[in-house]
C-alpha cells in the first residue's frame, strides 16, 4: 500500500505540474503547438519509413555541397569524360558501321536485312558460343533452339490477353504452370503465371505480397526483409511498388544470412519473407527450411528465389547430389520464382512465379472492371505478351523433359566442382568453397580480382564483377560442359595468375577502376549520376566527337559495301 502512493503521488501530481508551468501561456498557442509537434512528428514518421532517414539527409546535404559551382563543375567534368570514354567504347565495339536513325524510304529486301543482322551478330569479342561468357547463355544444343525456334514461328501471332481468340495459347501457359508447379512439389492449391523474366517474376510476388498485406491484414505501409545477397530486382520491386525493404547483411565468411539476425529485422509491417536458392553474387543457398520456419511462426509469407537455379535445384536429387529441401514441401514456402530462361533452358523472355495458395495469386491480378474499353483484367505487368514466347517455352520444357534436365543437372554441377577444385589449386587464387550449385566465386588475397577479370576478359573470358567483398564469379552452364572449355578455363585462369603475382600492387586498371572508384565515393547518389549517364549513354547514335550531321542514306543492297 505505501509503495503503491510511493509512485502513484508524483504521477498524480503531473497535471498540476503542468498546469502550474503552462498557467501564463494563451491556451491558443498551447493548442497550434501541439497541432504543428503533431503534424511534425508524422511528416518524420513518414520520411523514415519512405527511405532510411540519414541517407536521405547525407545525400541532401552533400547534393548542396555539389551545387557549390566549382566542386558541381569538377563533378560534372569528371562525367562527360567518363562518358566520352564510355561512348568511344561503345562505337569500337561496332565500329565500321554507321547507325541508322531514320527509317529506309522503301523497305529493305530481306536477304539485305538477314546480311545486316549477320554482320551485327559479329560484333562483340566474347565468344558466348565456345563457352566464354558467366551465365548469359544457358543452352548450346542446337536441337533445342531449333524446335523451339519452329513453335515460334508458327505462333508468333498469338496473344496471351486475347484467349478467346487463341484458346491453344491460354492451354499452353496453363499447362507450363502446371508442369513447373508440379516440378516444385506444389499442392493441388498451387498456381503461378509465366512471365517476362526474372525480374518481373520478384515485382510481381512482392506487388502480391503488398496487396495482401493491406487487403488482408491491414498493414498500410507493407515492408520486405531480404538478404543483402538477394537479387536487386527486389530493390528494383521494393522502388516501384513503393514499399520499403529492409537488408539482412549474410555472413562474411559463408555469405548466407541468419534467420536468428533475419528475425530481428521483422516487425508488424512486415509482409514478406526471402531467401535465394541460391543467390546471383557468390551462388550459396540461403537457409530456405529455416527462413520459412520463421515466417510461418510469425504468419509471413516467404518467396524463394529459384530464379537463376529453381530449374538446377529441382533435379538435384535426382541427378545424385543430396540436397536439402528448398520448394513447396517446405512448410511455410508460400512463393518461388524459376527462370525458364536460365536453367530452364528456354529463349530469353521467359520466367515463372508461383503460389502455394490463390489468395496470393488473386493479389497480384489488376483488375479494371470500369474502363471505357471494357472489364479489364491482367495477371502479369504486361497488357498484351508475346505468345509465340509462351509458345516456345512450352516447346522448349517439352524437348527437354525430365530426364534431360536431370542429364543437364548431372553434366553443370560435375563441371562447377570440377572448375572449383582446380581454381583454388592456383596460386593467388581462392574460392568460396565448393559450389553448392553452378557458380564458382572466385577472390584473391594477393591482388585485385578485378585486375584478374580484366586479363581473363583480354582473354576472351566474360566473368562477371562482385563487390563487397571483391570478387569475380563464373556461372557454370552447359556451354562450360562442351569438350575442352574448362580445362582453357582453368589454364587461362593459371596463366593471368602467374603474371599478376609478380607484380601484385600494380594500380588497379578497367574494371578496377569503375569498382575501385565507385566503391570508395562516399555520396551514392553521385554514383548514380555516373550509371545513369552510362544507361543514357547506350542509346546514342552518334559519336561525339562526330562533328557533322551526316546520316548513312539506307537503300537496298547497302549492307553488301559493309561487310
Ligand atoms: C537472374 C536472376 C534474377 C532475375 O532474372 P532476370 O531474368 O535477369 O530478370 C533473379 N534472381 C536471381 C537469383 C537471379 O540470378
Known sequence: ME?????????????????????????????????GATILAFYLRNLEITDEPWRRVRAWGLRKLFKLSFIRKYVDREVQKARKELIHGLDQEVAGSPYITHLPSQGLDPNDILQRTELYCKFGKVKYEEGRASGAVYEVDPKQYEIMMKVYARTVKFNNLHRDIFPGCRKMEAEIVRMVCNIFH?????????????????ILACLAYRNWAREERGISRPEMVVPVSAHAGFDKAASFLNMKIRHVPVDPVTQKVNPQIMKKYINRNTCM?????????????????????LGASRGIPVHVDGCLGGFLIAFMEDAGFPFPPFDF????????????????????????????????LQHQIYVNADWQGGAYATPTLAGSRPGGMTAASWAGLLHMGYDGYVQATRNIISKARYIEANVKKIPGLKTLGPPEVSIVSIMSDTFSIYRFSDGMFQRGWALSNLQSPSAVHLCVTKAHCMEGVADQFLADAAEIAAQLI????QVKEGAGVMYGVSQEIPDRSIVKEFVCSFVEAWYHTKSEDEESDEKEVLTNGAAMNLT
Open 3 to 35: 509503495t503503491a502512493r510511493q509512485w502513484l503521488d508524483p504521477v498524480l501530481r503531473i497535471p498540476d505540474v503542468i498546469n502550474e508551468v503552462l498557467g501564463d501561456v494563451h491556451p491558443f498557442r498551447i493548442i497550434v503547438l501541439t497541432c
Open 329 to 360: 514441401r517446405v512448410k511455410g514456402v508460400t512463393s518461388i520464382s524459376a527462370d525458364t530462361h536460365k536453367y530452364g533452358y528456354c529463349i530469353k523472355g521467359s520466367s515463372t512465379v508461383m503460389y502455394s495458395e490463390p489468395i496470393y
Open 273 to 293: 519473407l526471402v531467401g535465394s536458392a541460391p543467390g546471383f553474387p557468390h551462388g550459396v543457398m540461403d537457409p530456405i527450411e529455416e527462413i520459412a520456419r
Open 502 to 505: 609478380k607484380d601484385p600492387q
Open 186 to 202: 506444389g499442392g493441388k492449391n498451387s498456381c503461378g503465371v509465366l512471365t517476362s523474366g526474372g525480374t518481373e517474376s520478384l
